[in-house]
């Protein structure tokens, strides 16, 4: 389930144009 959240996270992620930095933030 982690891997399948992950992957969706980085998709909408690269969506939103949102750096990697800001969804490590969203996600922890």
């Known amino acids: 389930e982690y891997i ?3 992957n ?3 998709i909408k992620t ?3 144009g949102m750096s990697p ?3 490590r933030t ?3």
Do not use: A, G, H, I
Request: no cysteine.
């Open 4 to 6: 399948d959240y992950y």
């Open 8 to 10: 969706n996270s980085r």
């Open 14 to 16: 690269r969506l939103n």
């Open 21 to 23: 930095v800001k969804y």
């Open 26 to 28: 969203q996600s922890y």
